[in-house]
């Protein structure tokens, strides 16, 4: 089903040379998240009339908008999740429906005035702090909540790319499809980001983002170098990361899947049920917990029912279960005779992935 091709050597240029810097022996003023360190290696290659990239993997101002008097934070009414504010766009936004409400001036929970406050680094934040480091500079922001088409895009990283940018600051946006043959620098401002969570695949998809930015760096006949932000620079995803070892990765990444019997070596569905009614939808996950018999007769075991990451989205409480089977199990079939016998009530619904990508 699946064939390894090997590029072994990168396309007319040599792999960055990337280096940890640890956060937690650098003296950083409250309120920034560009340490001394990288601020010194930005300044450098704006000397030298070169580009550098900062990159950070989150959206917006601020994820997190917090009230100073009640501690609130701005939740979105309609889903388990924060409002994120972005700031360029004057908005407060949901990141899971796309709800989106002016940024207020008083606490929606006391009333209390002038006491909301951004919490945490988001990529717009990270524009604001370089603007005022390099006022100088022309900078670029990277990400797809200011573009209003794909050819504003484009023609804005065509821009960048003949030399219309000193900073360029992205998202995920930048990571990979992208040549800037002027840019010999990339700042990772928060290495660890994705490796929070309980995701399975969490260190694969850090391993891989890290690699693909980094490569942004030094790709025409210049060297160079991708400088990692880390509290966690003896993590074994870090340390892959900074050594190029993607084998070694690979190798010790599979040996941990094979323990456990996941994918690629076990086969794994999610369950997500959800409807207006969270008794409802509980009652549903229950009874497929209970009535497991299909998935026992091919050895399949069933984990929940269970609130899923995201609890509710759009007004729809989320309950998740998980089906964990071998390798060989006719789990597709096993999963439709599981579901066959439960009739989905007035607004209930049930969703089968199989092999999930994503566990929310």
């Not at 309609?78 to 207020?104: K, N, S």
């Not at 680094?121 to 604001?128: D, S, T, W």
Request: glycine share 12%.
């Amino acid at each position: 089903k699946y064939l390894r091709l090997d590029l072994t050597a990168r396309f007319g240029a040599a792999l960055p040379d990337m280096r940890a810097i640890d956060m937690r022996t650098e003296a950083m003023p409250a309120g920034t998240w560009i340490s001394p360190t990288l601020r010194a290696a930005v300044g450098n290659r704006l000397d030298r009339g070169e580009q550098a990239l900062l990159f950070l993997n989150r959206r917006g101002f601020a994820p997190v908008t917090l009230c100073r008097a009640c501690g609130q934070q701005i939740g979105c009414a309609h889903c388990d999740a924060r409002m994120v504010e972005h700031r360029f766009l004057r908005t407060l936004m949901c990141h899971q429906c796309g709800d989106t409400r002016p940024i207020p001036g008083i606490c929606p929970s006391c009333g209390a005035e002038g006491r909301l406050t951004p919490v945490g680094p988001g990529i717009e934040r990270l524009a604001e702090e370089a603007a005022a480091l390099w006022p100088g500079a022309r900078l670029a922001v990277l990400s797809s909540d200011l573009f209003g088409s794909a050819r504003a895009l484009k023609a804005r990283i065509e821009e960048i790319a003949a030399g219309g940018a000193d900073i360029v600051i992205g998202t995920q946006l930048v990571a990979k499809g992208h040549n800037f043959p002027g840019l010999t620098l990339v700042g990772v401002i928060d290495a660890d980001l994705g490796l929070q969570g309980s995701d399975l695949r969490a260190a694969e998809r850090t391993f891989q983002l890290m690699r693909q930015v980094a490569g942004r760096a030094g790709r025409a006949e210049r060297p160079g170098t991708a400088l990692l932000q880390t509290f966690q620079p003896e993590h074994p995803v870090i340390r892959a990361i900074l050594a190029g070892d993607e084998d070694g990765f690979w190798r010790a990444e599979a040996a941990e899947r094979q323990a456990a019997g996941v994918p690629p070596y076990g086969r794994m569905a999610g369950i997500i049920l959800s409807g207006s009614d969270m008794g409802a939808v509980f009652e549903l996950g229950n009874a497929l917990a209970r009535g497991d018999a299909a998935l026992r007769r091919v050895g399949a075991r069933v984990f929940g029912p269970a609130p899923a990451p995201i609890a509710r989205i759009r007004g729809r409480h989320r309950v998740r279960l998980l089906v964990k089977a071998d390798k060989g199990a006719p789990l597709q079939d096993a999963i439709a005779n599981w579901i066959a016998p439960h009739r989905l009530r007035g607004d209930l619904r049930l969703a089968v992935d199989i092999d999930p990508q994503s566990f929310y």
